[in-house]
């Protein structure tokens, strides 16, 4: 079982930036696909950005342009940097790999 744990979350101005660090632990790490998921409040989960093993990445249309999804195979860890932030983005963050439970994510709320 893998245990993915998230964090780096926090509050941001519109516009502003923020990096989030996912950290696995349990099993291989480097041949998984990679990927990140957030859920507004009220709202369903989405999917957001995916990094294969071999660093091909995949961004959804909402925040295409704007995030950056990274992975340091050497640390067992994968980013997130968020720039352009928009108060549409505030939702609680979530990685996500092949045999992970989802954990607790971490929140990130933009706003004025």
């Known amino acids: 079982q893998v245990h993915l744990v998230e964090s780096g979350g926090g509050l941001v101005q519109p516009g502003g930036s923020l990096r989030l660090s996912c950290a696995a632990s349990?099993?291989?790490?480097?041949?998984?696909?990679m990927r990140w998921y957030r859920q507004p409040p009220g709202k369903e989960r989405e999917w957001v950005a995916t990094i294969t093993s071999s660093g091909s990445t995949q961004y959804g249309d909402s925040v295409k342009g704007r995030f950056t999804i990274s992975r340091d195979n050497a640390k067992n860890t994968v980013y997130l940097q968020m720039n352009s932030l928009k108060p549409e983005d505030t939702a609680v963050y979530y990685c996500k790999t092949g045999g992970a439970n989802w954990g607790q994510g971490t929140q990130v709320t933009v706003s004025a």
């Open positions: 349990g099993s291989i790490f480097s041949i998984n696909s």
